[in-house]
């Protein structure tokens, strides 16, 4: 184990076993008991090989503090947060690293209510772990009860769709989920007519070699949209008739002008890599933005301190439903957007929209994490030369006449990250390629 590359901002997250084991799984389960004096606690855990044997290290260490320790199995994100947001547990801790590799795994914990942990508690767990880590392992005091609370979950997301009834035909890809039980019993449930992509891809679905299989069979079978979930099912992502991607921020963009329309007046939340599709739909319903860091947890945090904040959402597909215990739901965010899709809006929409903007899907570069830093700072450097506005708050944004992009370090991979907007291909291709230049060359 390695407890300080192990620990990020919000999670606990690395590589299997070399940084994230069953010690440190044991470790962190017992220091939550004496740090959060829990009684009542939920576990869970996506589909990873090694999300098993973590988990049951995790309810070893937490057996030595807690009178009562249940677990939900396999269940994604979502399902998780909305336990803790409905039942009476004082703590819950989900096994997943969300949509990284599969040799990586780690731990998301939240508060009673669902409420993650926040900067300052992920420190003060990180300095209990320290000092506990000579500790040995010692034999588990209780044995988990299992449960299954999928029905609840289900009925819960049914309960806030617009409609019940739908008529497309969509191409489902859980391949690499653990959504995989709540969407084959809802899509069965709800009479939609599906089909399924059987992949061994990796669990970003933002990533266009992960939709291939995706792609394919919804060109094949003539399908009206494709929909793929990331990993642990917070976020989720769809492809058109033809297979081309939509936008992020066009769906995020529709997704929250609606819930705008449903609030009149109200706010929307989201990330500094938001650019200027969102800003117009949101405005054009009358509602207005506000921007904060990229991280899905700045964005909940934002929504739980301003009741005035309807929706939150990030362009890599979180989308965050105030009325829905401040939870981003792959799901719930699925059957809104098909709703729309079916009604005629969403189409229309998505048609104007990419005659108005061009916008880039997510671009990556790779980089050495130390070097970020001073690449961007460099970048900076570079761009105030021009005749362009620079902001330097979570990475490098830079507005020209006619584009917008924010560069900035990823906070779970060694990567750059790359969002644009331009009026135009040509535009977009020429950024692309002075970015690489410099960044290649270090500047």
């Known amino acids: 184990m390695n407890i300080n590359t192990a620990f990020k901002l919000f999670d606990i997250r690395g590589e299997y076993p070399d940084v994230v084991d069953e010690r440190l799984a044991f470790i962190v389960g017992k220091a939550l008991t004496q740090f959060k004096r829990p009684i009542k606690v939920v576990v869970a855990s996506d589909t990873r090989e090694s999300s098993s044997p973590l988990k049951n290290f995790l309810i070893d260490g937490l057996s030595t503090g807690c009178k009562e320790i249940y677990d939900l199995f396999e269940v994604p994100t979502p399902e998780f947060y909305q336990v803790l947001a409905t039942k009476d547990f004082d703590l819950g801790i989900m096994v997943t690293a969300s949509h ?29 772990v320290q000092g506990m880590s000579k500790e040995g392992i010692v ?111 066009f769906i995020m963009g529709i997704l929250a002008a609606e819930e705008v329309k449903n609030h009149p007046g109200g706010k929307v939340a989201v990330d500094v890599r938001t650019g200027l599709v969102v800003r117009d739909l949101v405005e054009e319903a009358g509602g207005t933005i506000e921007v904060f860091p990229a991280w899905s947890q700045f964005l909940k945090f934002a929504m739980r301190d301003d009741p005035e904040i309807i929706f939150g959402g990030e362009i890599s597909g979180h989308f965050i439903y105030s009325d ?31 005659n108005k903007y061009f916008e880039l899907p997510e671009k990556n570069f790779p980089v050495d994490p130390v070097e970020a830093p001073f690449i961007l700072e460099r970048l ?36 750059l990250r790359l969002n644009l907007e331009t009026t135009g291909e040509n535009k977009a291709n020429e950024i692309i390629s002075e970015l690489e230049k410099n960044i290649s060359q270090n500047i």
């Open 100 to 128: 990284v590799s599969d040799s990586e795994n780690g731990f998301k914990i939240a508060n009673k209510g669902g409420i993650p942990f926040d900067q300052g508690e992920m420190e003060s767990l990180k300095n209990i």
């Open 139 to 249: 034999v588990p005091k209780l044995e988990a009860i299992r449960i299954n609370h999928t029905d609840d979950y289900l009925n819960d997301i049914f309960s806030r769709l617009p409609k019940k009834e739908f008529h497309s035909k969509v191409v489902l890809d859980i391949s690499k989920s653990s959504m995989v039980t709540p969407v084959m019993v809802s899509f069965t449930r709800l009479g939609i007519n599906f089909s399924l992509v059987s992949s061994s891809h990796t669990g970003n679905p933002m990533y266009a070699e992960n939709r291939v299989d995706l792609v394919k069979k919804v060109v094949e079978t003539n399908a009206d949209l494709g929909i793929m979930w990331d990993s642990d099912g917070d976020r989720v992502v769809f492809v058109d008739s033809k297979g081309k991607l939509i936008p992020m921020p």
């Open 324 to 354: 829905f215990y401040t939870i981003d739901d792959g799901l719930l965010s699925a059957f809104k957007f098909l709703a729309l899709w079916e009604s005629g809006y969403a189409k229309e929409k998505i048609a104007q929209l990419s």
């Open 380 to 415: 900076a450097e570079y761009y105030r030369k021009k005749d362009v506005q620079v902001f330097v708050v979570d990475g490098l944004t830079v507005y020209g006449t006619n584009y917008r992009f924010n560069l900035r370090t990823s906070l779970t991979e060694p990567l």
